[in-house]
C-alpha cells in the first residue's frame, strides 16, 4: 500500500511551483453580498494573492459552489477554494461534479478543501443527521465526464490537526495541511504546536512512504485585522458583534503592519508556506496593508526544529 501511495501521491504541480515561497490567500469577505464580493477577490488578485476562500455554510451566506462558478468566470488568475467543504452535506459523486465543473470553468484553478463539519445547528437546518454510523460512502462506476482541467487531479486540503487520524489522512490523500489557532482547526496555536504536528505529519509519512515534501504546510487564521494604529485597531474590533468575537476569541489576529509580519515570520520560522487570511465583512484595508506593507518582508530562512523553539 506504501508504494503504490507514494507513486499515486506525488508532489502536485501547484505545491511544486511554490514549494520555497510563502503565499497567502484571503478568505470570507462579504459573503451575502455578490457585487461587494466580487469586486474583492478581483482587487485580492491584483495586489498579488495566490487564492480566495470562501466557506461553507449556506444558512448564512451564498452557497460555496455557486459562489466560485461566478467567480471563476470573474477572474483570470487568482485560485478558488472552499475552506471547507462539509463532506456531509453532499453525496460524493455530487461534490466531485461540483468540483470538476468549477475546476473547469475556472481554467484548472480549484483547491478543493475537505472537513467534518462542526455547526450542530446548521446540520440540523439542512436536515442532515449529525452523527455518522458507517465507516465509509460507497460509490460503483463514478467516472465523471468531462472531467477537471488540472492533472493528475484537483489538489485537496484537508483542515485539522487531529494527530492520529487526521494527519494521517492528510499523509495518504492531501496535497496540503491546514491548520489554525482555534480547536476546530487543529489547535495549533504557537510555533511549538505547529512543529509538534508536523512532527507527527512526517511520522505518517514516513509509515505510508509519503515524501513529506510533497505536502504544502498552511495555517488560517479569522478574523485577521490590521491597522496603522492601535486606535484605529481597537475601533475595528469594537465594530465586530460581540457574540462573533466571543466566537473567534482564540483565532482573532490583529496589529499593526509590523506585528502582524512578526507574528507571520514565527510562523514561517516553524515550516508554514501557505497562509490562509480570513477578513471580516468587506475589509479592504487588512488586505491592502497586508499586501503592501507585510507580504514583502517575510522570508523563508532557515525553518526551526521542535526541539528548538
Known sequence: MGSALTSVREMHPWVAKGSEAIRF?????????????????????????????????????MDCWTLLSALAVSTSSIRLGVAVNC?????????????????????????????????????????????????????SEATLRPGPVQQPHVPVLLAGGGERVTLRQV??????????????????????????KYTVLRQHCATLERDYDSILRSYSAAPVLLAETHARLRA???????????????????????????????????????????????DLETMRLLARRVVPQLTTGQVLSENNI
Open 25 to 61: 490567500g484571503i478568505a470570507y469577505g462579504p459573503r451575502a453580498e455578490w457585487v461587494e464580493c466580487r469586486d474583492l477577490v478581483q482587487e485580492a488578485e491584483a495586489l498579488g494573492f495566490d487564492s480566495y476562500w470562501t466557506m461553507d455554510h449556506p444558512t448564512s451566506g
Open 171 to 196: 499523509a495518504r490523500f492531501a496535497d496540503v495541511a491546514n491548520f489554525g489557532p482555534d480547536q476546530r482547526a487543529g489547535g495549533a496555536f504557537t510555533p511549538a504546536d505547529i512543529m509538534r
Open 236 to 282: 475595528k474590533l469594537e465594530a465586530i458583534p460581540a457574540h462573533i468575537r466571543q466566537g473567534y476569541a482564540t483565532s482573532t489576529v490583529a496589529g499593526t503592519p509590523d506585528e502582524i509580519c512578526s507574528y507571520y515570520q514565527a510562523l514561517v520560522k516553524a515550516g508554514v508556506r501557505y497562509f490562509i487570511v480570513g477578513l471580516f465583512g468587506h
Open 87 to 139: 463532506i456531509f452535506y453532499r453525496p460524493p459523486t455530487l461534490l466531485a461534479r461540483l468540483a470538476a465543473d468549477v475546476d473547469r470553468l475556472s481554467g484548472g484553478r480549484l483547491i478543493l478543501g475537505l472537513g467534518i463539519g462542526n455547526h450542530e445547528k446548521e446540520f440540523a437546518k439542512l436536515g442532515i443527521p449529525f452523527t455518522f454510523s458507517g465507516k465509509h460512502f460507497q460509490v
